[in-house]
């Protein structure tokens, strides 16, 4: 082909997806020159046709073409150590101290951007002061007042997790590597996004994991009228509306309640896209704390003079309650199966297993982090831990794989799930439901 026919002649960019499963298929890219010399095309109007011809219904397969290429690949896989930090900082009562409260927040954001950013061709550094900054600040301040005040019975573990934002990466590793056992540990409490309070509207997940969460929740939160209980910190830079240490003043001869501080938007479930979900999964009792997208997420304009010190402060203090409504009473939480919830965004499969998977595993096989109760899957008998080998009679290597056979599934048609459970190989009938929309 004529070199001035390809004028803009160009690679198709390509860009990392933030996807762990490793693809089956090496895929080359070539310029259009290239594909028209391959294909016999004499220029840019004759490539044009053939791709017009190759998206036609009718389209009829061509006997080979004579040219010939010669590829070569040099392919390097690179990995890096992310790092969860924890902190411990022991109970002080002889039996209680056995138990552990943890609560966490991620660490990490995007850095330059890259395929995780919703700004478009951006390259410039994503602060991500909201997310999660403002999680990852609240779990240092807590930390500083549980350690200054050293009243807790429980003992207390804080978490700030890597490798979020590449899927729940740093939280998964915990919870198969624990530090503290999982059948010691009475509850998990997860802060991200915690900075953009507006209108005083604060959303809670999972309090349909545990059967004392909504008590408790929303007991404080009409018990906290004050910024924050907290000495320093945060506090420096928010107002505490005239009242002091986290104390409910009363007014009036009755001593009517005060309203409550928040406007607490609930949701039952307990799985989700932040760390909570990991812990959750281990059937550990977990809160979520949250305020809300915004125009800034995953841009670099979320930035700090955005964030609404004083809402942090509350925010934080509110925790800072609940935690300790939790460590104070010697009956443990108990864990409940929460009902679960549409999931978050636009639905794009158009039906559902009500299977969690495991985005980290990449090779042999998909890992499932849990399943709903009454779905699909738990009727099929599918349950957490289990490897889905083959699905619809489809080789399963991956979450890419599970995806892309899930939308080739249709709603009251019966399908086998191949699954190895521990040693043993096994196949499972499953019907899928309708997916669920948000309205």
């Known amino acids: 082909a004529a070199d001035n026919d390809f004028k803009n002649d160009r690679l198709s960019k390509l860009t990392y997806d933030r996807t762990l499963g490793e693809t089956a298929l090496p895929v080359v890219g070539i310029m259009r020159s290239h594909a028209a010399e391959l294909l016999g095309a004499k220029d840019e109007k004759g490539l044009v046709d053939i791709e017009k011809s190759a998206t036609q219904a009718e389209t009829r397969p061509v006997g080979s073409v004579s040219a010939k290429a010669q590829l070569g690949v040099s392919l390097v896989k690179k990995q890096v150590d992310a790092y969860n930090v924890i902190g411990i900082l022991e109970g002080n009562d002889p039996q209680l101290k056995n138990e552990a409260i943890i609560i966490g927040a991620h660490y ?198 955005k964030i609404n010190y004083e809402g942090l402060t509350q925010i934080t203090g509110y925790v800072g309650e609940i935690v300790k409504s939790v460590d104070r009473n010697s009956a443990r939480l108990v864990y409940a199966v929460a009902k679960s919830s549409a999931p978050m965004g636009q639905v794009r499969m158009s039906v559902s297993l009500g299977t969690i998977p495991s985005y980290g595993d990449t090779t042999d096989g998909m890992v499932l982090d849990g399943v709903r109760e009454n779905s699909p899957a738990a009727k099929a008998g599918l349950k957490a831990g289990d490897k889905v080998m083959k699905l619809a009679g489809k080789d399963v290597r991956n979450a890419m794989d599970y995806t892309y056979v899930l939308g080739s599934m249709k709603a009251g048609e019966e399908y086998q799930v191949e699954i190895i459970r521990g040693t043993e190989r096994m196949t499972l009938k499953i019907i899928p439901a309708p997916a669920a929309r948000r309205p």
């Open 108 to 305: 990490d954001h995007l850095g330059h951007g890259g395929a995780g950013s919703l700004a478009a061709n951006s390259a410039d550094i994503h602060y991500g002061a909201d997310d999660n900054a403002s999680g990852t600040s609240a779990v240092l301040e807590l930390a500083r007042m549980f350690a200054k005040e050293k009243k807790n019975k429980r003992t207390l573990i804080f978490m700030a997790f890597g490798g979020e934002e590449e899927g729940l990466l740093g939280s998964k590793y915990y919870v198969n590597n624990p530090v503290w056992p999982h059948d010691k540990t009475i509850a998990m409490i997860n802060l991200d996004m915690v900075g953009r309070l507006n209108e005083n509207k604060l959303t809670i997940g999972g309090i349909g994991t545990a059967s004392d969460w909504r008590g408790i929740v929303e007991g404080e939160n009409l018990g906290f009228i004050t910024g924050t209980p907290l000495a320093g910190g945060l506090r420096s830079v928010a107002s505490t509306n005239g009242t002091a240490h986290g104390k409910v003043l009363r007014s009036g001869a009755a001593h009517r309640p005060p309203p409550p501080r928040f406007v607490l938007q609930l949701n039952e479930d307990g799985f989700g896209p932040s760390d909570h979900s990991s812990f959750y999964g281990k059937q550990i009792p977990v809160l979520f704390f949250f305020t809300g997208t915004h125009t800034d997420y995953h841009k670099p304009s979320d930035t700090f003079e």
